[in-house]
Every structure is written in structure tokens, then in C-alpha cells.
């Protein structure tokens, strides 16, 4: 789950991380109210689920609560990488001498969390990342022991020479540590972590996304979700139990069990096609979440064509087959259906879709090939 800068920075504050002190403000008016109890520069920042708001035109400085007010019109308007801006938060302006990454993420190639630091940060890390690695520091911690004092300071030290300022980097480092453990984040991260002209070293920007596995005993991590600012096909997923996750193509995807939903995404892919999404309907799939899965699916005008791909087994075929002729009832699907199923009651799983008049293939590369001719005809 995203969080916005806003609730992130409360998370590291909680933890000690030094933040300038600001609200949160949904119209003009309130950004200037802020700006004018705060006093001075200001900066006014986009509250939306992206990175680059920046490059995007999302942050700008603002010299005082007229500035901030006008800054804040033409930002709430705005929409960035597609996402509706509906919150501003509005900080005091730090003076900048240097900018550079702080993050903890989650790897799955090392099984740990990894910290990531660079000297070149405020940029796209991505750019860094892809463009001059050599410019990040990683340092994968194990969980057990947590990262070491030592550890923190050697991280700091790729960052400054000043000894005070190594050891506040070293401090902030630490901190993120607890951000992250305290809370189940998959990452966290401080871009930029700067220093000022008078030595200081400030984070201005966080950012943490909370593993979702993390939100059934935190409730109070659970209330941060804003569904507003998150992808709507992906909240009527979530409400109706499905795992789905919406992506670029036109080929809708319905498959139980996310290592086959991987391995149909794949063939897709194999066969020249293009995924318009995950979707895993679980494993004891009533066909109430089938019908679900279709009314998401069918919801994305990219889809031009939907791939059932069913092993049977928890899993009844039968099951889903009466679900999509519930489907196919209920509504106008609109886009043809390719249906691939085997295993557990098969046999009258077949005999439900024919009595439709719908057809099932067996062989899952048939059935992948077919449905990629079909999104390609209709595209
Ligand atoms: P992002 O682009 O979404 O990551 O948003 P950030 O909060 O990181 O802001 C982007 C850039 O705006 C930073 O890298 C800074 O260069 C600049 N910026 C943000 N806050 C301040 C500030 O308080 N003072 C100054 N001078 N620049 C800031
Ligand atoms: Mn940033």
C-alpha cells in the first residue's frame, strides 16, 4: 500500500527523523492559511501516489502565502502520470547545499532488506540506477542482528566528509531502519536527504509503501489507504477478495493461482500479445468472484479479448464456468472470451459452458495463441 508524503513523514517523525513542521491543504485558501502561519518560503508539494512530482511541475517554492495560494490553485488542478492531485502539503523551504538518496527496500534476490544510498540523489534514482550504478552503495542487512552502528556510519560516509554531518546521516540511516521494521514497509525511503548552507542535514521528502500483509494487525496503518488516489479497477479488486493488478495490453487475463497467472502472462507475451493484467481469483473461486473478475476486466477499454486459463483443482471448474454464464448474463461482456480449463469436474464444467452455447478448449497454448489472434483482429 502507498502511502502519501504527508503520512510517511509522520511515520519517520515518529521515529525521531527530523521534518520541518507543515499541513495538509485541499483548496487554495488552506495552502495559503499554512504558508502565512508558517511564514517565509514556502514549498508547495502534490500529494499523489507518483514519483517525479517534481520534473512534473508538482513542487515549487513559493517566496509567501499569495505565491502559495497560486501555486496551490494550479497544482490541485493538475494530474500527474494520470493521478488527480487533491491534496497539497505545504512545508517551509529549506535552503539547499547538497541532495542526496536514502532508501530501504525489500530484495528478493538477497532475501533482506537492502539499503541503497547515493550522493547523487534529488533526480530520478531510477536514471542513476540504470545510467552510473557505480554511484550507489548497497548494503543488504540481515534482519536478525539489524543494521549495525558501524554500518550506519560506513553508509553515511559515502555521503559526506564532515564528521557532524556523518554522523547526523548516520543517525537519520539508523532511524530509517525503525521506520521500516515498526511499520512493515516494503520500502522507505528520504529523496532528497540534503544538507544546508549552515551544515544542517535535513530529509525533505519520504516516501514509504507498507506491505500489504503488514495491514490486518495495523489497523492504524490500515486507515492511511486513500482509494481516491489508487487505480479503481484495482480497489473493486481488492473489496471483492481478488488479487489483480491492472497493466498496459489488451489481452484480460483471468486465471486461478498467481505462479499460473504468472506463467499465462508469459505465453501471452510468447505469443506476441500483451497482458491488460494479473489476476489471480484464489482458489475456491464461487462464481461470484468470477463474475467479479469479468465486471473488472471488461471495465478497462483496452481489453479486447479475455482469457480464462482454469486448472482445476481446489479450484472447481464447474465453478467457474457457472460463473462466467452468470457473467455473460448479467451483462454485455462485449469483447469475445477464450476458455481454457482442465482438471476437477471438467466434464460438467464443459457440459454448463455448451449448454450456453460457449466452448472450452483444454490445451492452454491454443487457448493463448486463439486469444491473441482474436485482441489483435479486434484492435
Ligand atoms: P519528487 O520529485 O516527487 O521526489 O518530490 P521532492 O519532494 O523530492 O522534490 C523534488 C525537488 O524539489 C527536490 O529534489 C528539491 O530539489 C526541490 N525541493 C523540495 N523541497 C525543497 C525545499 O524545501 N527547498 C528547496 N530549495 N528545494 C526543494
Ligand atoms: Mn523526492
Redesign the pocket.
Known amino acids: 500500500m502507498n502511502l502519501h508524503e504527508y503520512q510517511a513523514r509522520d511515520l519517520l517523525r515518529a521515529q525521531g527523523i527530523a521534518m520541518p513542521d507543515g499541513g495538509v491543504a485541499s483548496t487554495p485558501e488552506e495552502a495559503e492559511a499554512i504558508a502565512r502561519r508558517l511564514g517565509g518560503t514556502v514549498?508547495v508539494?502534490a500529494q499523489v501516489h507518483a514519483?517525479?512530482?517534481?520534473?512534473a511541475g508538482?513542487?515549487k517554492?513559493a517566496k509567501g502565502a499569495a505565491e502559495a495560494k497560486e501555486h496551490a490553485s494550479r497544482i490541485l488542478g493538475m494530474q500527474i502520470k494520470g493521478l488527480p492531485v487533491s491534496r497539497v502539503l505545504v512545508?517551509p523551504?529549506?535552503?539547499?547545499a547538497s541532495?542526496s538518496y536514502v532508501g530501504l527496500i525489500m530484495d528478493r534476490e538477497t532475501q533482506r532488506p537492502v539499503y541503497m544510498v547515493s550522493a547523487a540523489g534529488?533526480v530520478d534514482i531510477e536514471e542513476v540506477a540504470a545510467k552510473t550504478p557505480e554511484k550507489i552503495t548497497r548494503l543488504p542487512v540481515d534482519p536478525v542482528y539489524g543494521l549495525l552502528p558501524h554500518q550506519a556510519l560506513g553508509l553515511a560516509f559515502t555521503l559526506y566528509q564532515d564528521m557532524a554531518q556523518v554522523r547526523a546521516a548516520a543517525r537519520i540511516i539508523q532511524q530509517l531502519w525503525q521506520v521500516f521494521t515498526a511499520n512493515g514497509a516494503s520500502l522507505a525511503e528520504i529523496?532528497?536527504l540534503v544538507t544546508t548552507p549552515a551544515g544542517e542535514v535535513l530529509a525533505?521528502?519520504a516516501k514509504v509503501v507498507i506491505d500489504d500483509n503488514e495491514l490486518d494487525r495495523r489497523p492504524d496503518l490500515a486507515a492511511l489507504r486513500d482509494e481516491s488516489a489508487e487505480e479503481p479497477s484495482e480497489v473493486a479488486a481488492r473489496r471483492a477478495n481478488l488479487t489483480f493488478i491492472k497493466l498496459d495490453g489488451n489481452v484480460g487475463c483471468v486465471v486461478n493461482g498467481a505462479g499460473l497467472a504468472m506463467a499465462t502472462m508469459d505465453l501471452v507475451k510468447y505469443y506476441g500479445g500483451d497482458p491488460a493484467n494479473f489476476l489471480d481469483i484464489g482458489g475456491s473461486s464461487n462464481p461470484e468472484k468470477v463474475v467479479n473478475a469479468l465486471r473488472i476486466i471488461t471495465r478497462d477499454p483496452n481489453v479486447k479479448a479475455i482469457l480464462f486459463n482454469i486448472f482445476g483443482g481446489i479450484t472447481r471448474t464447474d465453478d467457474v464456468a457457472n460463473g462466467i454464464v452468470t457473467a455473460t448474463r448479467q451483462f454485455d461482456v462485449g469483447v469475445p472470451i477464450v476458455i481454457r480449463l482442465t482438471g476437477t469436474n471438467e466434464q460438467e464444467a464443459v457440459r454448463i459452458l455448451n449448454a450456453a452455447r460457449m466452448t472450452a478448449l483444454n490445451d492452454m497454448d491454443e487457448a493463448v495463441e486463439k486469444v491473441v489472434a482474436l485482441a489483435r483482429e479486434a484492435a
Request: glycine share 24%.
Open positions: 514549498v508539494k514519483g517525479g512530482r517534481g520534473k508538482g513542487v517554492l512545508v523551504a529549506a535552503e539547499i541532495e534529488g529523496n532528497p525533505l521528502d
